[in-house]
Nanobody, 119 residues
Framework: QVQLVKSGGGLVQPGGSLRLSCAAS????????MDWYRQAPGKQRELVAA???????NYADSVKGRFTISRDNAKNTVYLQMNSLKPEDTAVYYC?????????????WGQGTQVTVSS
């Protein structure tokens, strides 16, 4: 069993910053990709940023230059630093991790956290 525990999120004014973190715990042998997704009201869930175990990153065009994904492999934790936030960044943010345990390799999701950008 793998659990992803998130922290961060909340209300911020346009132009502000927030940092999300997501820590995986459980019977983990290894973690490959770790990703951040978001879902705004009335819209489909979209990939925001992804990072491999080796540190290669990928970003949605809408967040390039503003968001930074990073990870601490020793802590099984992924971070999302969000700068220059815009109202259109308002959404529920989710993390996931492709994780190998002694039983299976699977994609595990954390619970969503609300990010609201508003003045």
């Amino acid at each position: 069993q793998v659990q992803l525990v998130k922290s961060g999120g909340g209300l911020v004014q346009p132009g502000g910053s927030l940092r999300l973190s997501c820590a995986a715990s459980g019977n983990i042998l290894s973690i490959n990709d770790m990703d951040w997704y978001r879902q705004a009201p009335g819209k489909q869930r979209e990939l925001v940023a992804a990072i491999t175990s080796g540190g290669s990153t990928n970003y949605a065009d809408s967040v390039k230059g503003r968001f930074t994904i990073s990870r601490d492999n020793a802590k099984n934790t992924v971070y999302l630093q969000m700068n220059s936030l815009k109202p259109e960044d308002t959404a529920v943010y989710y993390c996931n991790a492709r994780t190998a345990t002694s039983v299976r390799v699977g994609l595990y999701w954390g619970q969503g956290t609300q990010v609201t950008v508003s003045s």
